[in-house]
């Protein structure tokens, strides 16, 4: 979907359709997308997420192969929803301690 704010939003989706939504702003009423709203709404989970994967990244230097830059993120990533489901399922861990635990688990897994 294409959309006209201050500036051209180009969004994708698989579960929105071009629904519109009555928001008040300010003193009158204006539509906007239901896809921009959702988004909107939940865009703070990610600058999170960006923000605490910075800390704890696995490749911080530029390197040739960016398939191996991918891999990475992707599994920053996967660990990062880890934790989240952690901490709501009631973890007391800091990302840290959870990522130090993690690692040992593997470790002891996988050692031979």
Same mark, same amino acid.
């Given at each position: 979907m294409k959309w006209m704010d201050k500036k051209k939003v180009s969004l994708l989706s698989t579960i929105h359709s071009t629904e519109m939504e009555q #928001?008040?702003?300010r003193?009158?009423? @204006?539509?906007?997308?239901?896809?921009?709203m959702d988004y909107n709404n939940t865009m703070g989970g990610v600058d999170r997420?960006?923000?605490n994967?910075?800390?704890?990244? #696995?490749?911080?230097?530029?390197?040739? @192969?960016?398939?191996r830059k991918i891999f990475f993120h992707i599994f920053d990533i996967a660990v990062w929803?880890?934790?989240?489901?952690y901490r709501k399922n009631g973890g007391k861990n800091t990302q840290l301690e959870f990522r130090l635990v993690l690692i040992d688990r593997v470790i002891e897994k996988y050692h031979s």
């Open positions: #928001i008040q702003v003193s009158e009423m @204006k539509e906007k997308p239901k896809i921009v997420m960006d923000q994967l910075k800390s704890f990244e #696995i490749i911080k230097k530029r390197g040739k @192969k960016c398939y929803n880890s934790y989240v489901v």
